[in-house]
């Protein structure tokens, strides 16, 4: 269904990539030229996207706004394109970071400026695919051709000392996982091809199949749900698959740290969502336990790690991976608060992730180092505006009521309290130590005297700083103050993909299995938004509002 | 014994004979062109090239025998034909400009090329055991001597000394292995033998095993699986870059065609046993291949190393068999040949006179000093590597869907897993070109129309079928479908 009989999708995931092909054309001595060809490029996708929102029909879970072409056909290929609730506010959050991007490069890149900007937005054009994408070949290509401009970004633009081995580090982990994915959905498109003579990569009628469960480890959807899940782990990333993150992070130039804190954690988690769950329901609650710990090891850890960092980049990197458990944490509680809310984070914690990396490279753009030490504190006194973006931004990192972070958090923490309450306590314990590490490198940095020499001709944030930041901000309070705008517009397709797992393979068509799966869901038919442990503490579906 | 000699039947071989009679013009032009003038040599023999593809074209379509039944002209025997003459254009594209500067003036190296053209086409049109002998020996002896064209060099002589005795023996065994088929059988022609099998013929005639296996010996020393490939990054390293683009693309995809035709084909019945076999190899072959890339420093050797990986691929695709198997072979074999032939054209482009600057330290730099060549190794090493959207991913992504669907997920596990362990040894090709400061001291580079043609159409076929792959997987399963009966 396309509302507006127009390929909406398509125009926004293209138009960085026009603009990149623009570049190419232009001479590299022009910097000027090719910075302002990036950034309308990028502001272009991001107006356009702004028109999704408002078409956008939030009474239903279909997916909207869909293009869909035959491209291999004897493969079953085709190019599928669509959103739902659930995709929406990444494409969103996405455009808005890559512009912002470009922004924030516009003074911090000075050499290979041409090269550096067609990369950035090949790499928007790969992370817009990979939400809209409803075909998987097709989601897959646009999975992997993000890797290689971020490998570029790290490795070329990044921090002189490191930034070879994070480039390849990143890559090869990355790609470890997906063409373990790639084997899983092979092995999905041959069954469902199997069962119903029909061989398509399309996402929507491969969700139809029922695949095969039994509760032993190795059972066939365990497997395909494993496969997944290696590859969207790695890439969110989970407790332990998290070791890539804090050195591409740190390395990354500043953008590169925005668009990898902000945008692609977000294609693991989003890969949860969209596939794992709908797709292999019995598996994903056999493996909620699993789950979950691993989510709770990775809040508690991330944040006791982010105590000990002397270097300011490293502390906000190892935050994303505490920040990420809680993502994870909310969507395994599997009822409609905690998805709701894991969503909600991630488009949080992209905003306020990425506003941290932002507000760390302007001090790095300053100052050149990225220890806490090195950077002294006072900075406050010698810049007001800076301190007071920095404070909001962290504020909302924290959690404060009235900021964005807050509702996700809430929602999450609701979620996981009614499956379990131990869960939520020891996810409060990461709020808590989440608040001590954020609040201590504010107070080192921006508070006490002003002692080194250097920082006291630091200049405060110029205009085009301001505007790198400002957008972010208003979201913060948006989000904070008045969330129903966008939790009205995920909640049809959440409480869709919470329905699916709840009916579990009795709701899809495969004669076959059917009958096995019978005794399973019954237990937890009443209502689609009951906790899937099995005990029956589930209120009635209160929405918060 | 009486020989009668089968009805000759010209048409059936036009395209050969067009390959043939141009190679004896080269030859008797090649008199004629003063001494540092051979590059018309090269246009002579592309035109050649052209001619015999045209006339392969009719053939397409009308499935039939010839010689008696020792020629096939099906479908599959004029894909792998037009494949090889594919390849011998774009390398004779990619050698003028390398034999300019070695300094090789020799007309005899078109000729030579055409002439393992010839052996090639052979390979994939044979249907007797003893006409796909005469191919690989046509192919193999030309490539004797070309890879030891450069006779001034110790590398060269190395090379072709190295393969001259490496692939006698692998004739040996191939030879041996043809004789007890023939033993067991009764009969060298391919479609007899299978007919044979098919009948329900006792599959446990011991001689019918030592046939096979000397076979796949023969072959895989021919093809360069591990442990049959000792020879290769030698050889492929000292040989001349032209010549090692062309054995690496050609000798691998017209061995390929005989080995499809006589293991899918005729040895079909006894998949069960030799799949086995091969299912070892294609592992070994794999992961030797991938780890040792990674400690290579000359970019020859390393693309060496990974060919040897590459014929590990096709292997799982072999084991896997069925229609998607064997379709898949052919995609990959086209795939590879784009882009490892662009990523010679690259390494010839960036080379210095006396094979200078082949080690990986002396790409430092070049994405910026040579943009444009630059960006198109990135693409093949990417597409090497098999990162969407390229050929190399569309062949590696066929392959492992054929080995998931035919239920061999562990190889296809292991495949997958190589092919993560090969994005090491590709990227650092980019690493060097854009991430590490250029050296000072290097000559400036001579490129040609010629070699700029083969690049741009590298370029384009790689793309053209990571992007678009529908009509040519379509083909390679139309070709494959005779074979498999």
């Not at chain 1, 090949?122 to 994408?133: N, P, Q, R, S, Y």
């Not at chain 1, 969207?232 to 668009?259: Q, R, Y």
């Not at chain 1, 994870?328 to 909600?344: D, E, R, T, Y």
Request: proline share 5%; with cysteine.
């Amino acid at each position: 269904m396309n509302v507006l009989n127009f390929p909406i999708l398509s125009l926004v995931t293209y138009l960085p990539i026009l603009g990149a092909i623009v570049i190419l054309f232009l001479s590299k001595e022009r910097h000027e030229a090719i910075r302002w060809v990036a950034m309308v490029f990028s502001t272009a996708s991001f107006v356009v996207s702004l028109w999704l929102p408002f078409y956008f029909d939030s009474t239903t879970a279909e997916m909207q706004f869909v293009e869909k072409l035959p491209w291999i056909q004897y493969l079953g290929v085709s190019y599928f394109m669509g959103i739902d609730g659930i995709s929406l506010w990444l494409v969103l959050l996405t455009t808005m970071l890559c512009a912002i991007s470009v922004l924030c490069s516009w003074e911090a890149i000075t050499e290979r400026v041409k090269e550096y900007h067609v990369f950035l937005l090949i790499l928007e054009t790969g992370m817009l695919g990979v939400f809209m994408a409803l075909d998987f070949f097709l989601f897959y290509i646009f999975w992997e051709v993000v890797l290689v401009p971020m490998y570029f970004l790290i490795g070329v633009w990044g921090h002189p000392a490191r930034k070879l081995y994070a480039a390849i580090k990143f890559f090869l982990f990355t790609l470890f996982g997906s063409v373990i994915m790639l084997l899983g959905i092979l092995a999905i498109y041959f069954y469902h091809g199997g069962q119903t003579g029909v061989y398509t990569f399309d996402v929507l009628e491969l969700m139809k199949t029922a695949y095969p469960y039994s509760s032993a480890l190795l059972s066939f959807q365990n497997l395909v749900w494993l496969a997944f899940f290696l590859s969207f782990a790695i890439k969110v990333p989970m407790f332990p698959f998290h070791t890539w993150l804090p050195d591409a992070h740190t390395e990354a130039p500043t953008a590169g740290s925005v668009i990898l804190a902000g945008i692609l954690l977000k294609m693991g988690t989003y890969g949860f969502v969209r596939f794992n769950l709908p797709m292999f329901p019995e598996s994903s609650k056999h493996f909620v336990t699993f789950m979950v710990t691993l989510s709770i090891i990775a809040i508690i850890y991330g944040a006791m790690v982010c105590l000990v960092q002397r270097d300011m980049k490293r502390l906000i990197a190892f935050s994303s991976v505490s920040h990420m458990g809680f993502v994870m944490l909310g969507m395994f509680a599997l009822n409609a608060q905690g998805v709701q809310g894991s969503i909600l984070q991630m488009v949080n914690h992209g905003l306020s992730t990425g506003a941290l990396f932002l507000i760390v490279g302007l001090i790095y753009d300053r100052r050149h180092t990225r220890m806490i030490a090195e950077i002294g504190s006072g900075l406050s006194k010698q810049m007001p505006v800076y301190a007071t973006l920095f404070a909001i931004v962290m504020l909302s990192s924290i959690g404060l009521p009235g900021l964005n972070g807050f509702i996700g958090e809430f929602l999450i923490l609701v979620g996981a309290f009614k499956v379990n309450y131990i869960w939520a306590s020891f996810a409060v314990t990461g709020i808590i130590l989440g608040a001590a590490y954020m609040l201590w490198l504010f107070q080192r940095t921006m508070f006490g005297p002003l002692e080194k020499p250097e920082n006291m001709k630091l200049l405060d944030l110029n205009a085009r700083e301001i505007a790198t930041l400002v957008p972010i901000v208003i979201m913060f309070f948006w989000i904070g103050l008045y969330p129903s705008p966008f939790l009205k517009r995920m909640e049809v397709s959440v409480n869709h993909v919470l329905e699916q797992v709840e009916k579990g393979q009795a709701g899809k068509v495969n004669p076959g299995t059917k009958a096995a799966s019978v005794g399973a869901t019954e237990r937890h038919l009443p209502s689609i938004i009951q906790p899937t442990s099995g005990t029956s503490e589930g209120a009635p579906g209160v929405r918060e509002r | 014994m009486e020989i009668t000699l089968p009805p000759v039947d010209l048409g059936a071989i036009t395209p050969e004979l067009i390959v043939t009679g141009t190679a004896l013009v080269i030859l008797l032009v090649d008199l004629f062109l003063p001494r540092d003038r051979k590059t018309p040599l090269a246009y002579l023999s592309l035109l050649g090239l052209v001619l015999a593809f045209a006339a392969s074209l009719p053939l397409w379509g009308r499935a039939r025998y010839a010689f008696k039944e020792s020629i096939s002209l099906d479908p599959f025997s004029l894909f792998f034909s037009s494949l090889f003459l594919l390849i011998a254009a774009l390398t004779i594209l990619i050698s003028t400009n390398y034999l300019e500067r070695e300094e090789i003036h020799r007309g005899e190296y078109y000729a030579l090329l055409l002439f393992a053209t010839l052996g090639m086409m052979l390979l994939a049109k044979g249907m007797d055991l003893v006409v796909l002998f005469l191919g690989l020996e046509t192919l193999s002896i030309s490539l004797y001597t070309l890879a030891g064209f450069m006779r001034a060099r110790l590398r060269s002589n190395e090379s072709a000394l190295k393969y001259l005795l490496l692939g006698a023996f692998a004739s040996g065994f191939l030879l041996y292995g043809i004789a007890f088929l023939y033993g067991a059988t009764g009969t060298t022609n391919l479609k007899k033998v299978a007919v044979f099998l098919g009948k329900g013929a006792p599959l446990s005639d011991p001689f019918l095993f030592i046939g096979a296996g000397l076979l796949i010996v023969g072959f895989g020393f021919k093809v360069a699986t591990v442990p049959f490939h000792m020879w290769a990054p030698d050889v492929y390293e000292g040989a001349p870059t032209s010549v090692t683009a062309f054995m690496i693309a050609g000798t691998k995809a017209a061995a390929f065609s005989a080995f499809l035709r006589i293991f899918l084909y005729s040895l079909a019945p006894l998949k069960p046993n030799w799949s086995a076999v091969l299912w070892v190899l294609a592992v070994l072959t794999m992961t030797l291949g991938n780890v040792v890339a990674i400690a290579q420093q000359n970019i020859k050797r390393m693309l060496a190393y990974s060919s040897i990986a590459h014929a590990g691929y096709i292997l799982v695709a072999v084991v896997a068999g069925g229609e998607l198997g064997g379709s898949s072979i052919l995609f990959y074999l086209l795939a590879y040949a784009l882009m490892n032939l662009g990523a010679f054209a690259v390494v010839i482009l960036l080379g210095q006179k006396g094979e200078e600057n082949l080690n990986l330290p002396d790409y430092a730099g070049v994405g910026y000093r040579h943009p444009l060549p630059a960006l198109a190794m990135a693409i093949f090493m990417f597409s090497l590597a098999g990162i969407p959207p390229t050929a190399g991913f569309m062949g590696k992504f066929y392959v492992f869907s054929a080995a998931v669907k035919a239920g061999y997920i562990g190889l296809a596990i292991i495949g997958v897993l190589n092919s993560v362990v090969s994005v090491f040894f590709y990227l650092r090709v980019t690493v060097m070109m854009y991430m590490r400061e250029p050296r000072a001291e290097v000559g400036p580079i001579y490129t040609s129309p010629a070699l700029a043609a083969a690049l741009v159409i590298a370029v384009w076929g790689t793309l053209q079928l990571g992007l678009f792959p529908g009509r040519l997987l379509e083909l390679a399963l139309r070709s494959i479908r005779p074979l498999l009966g």
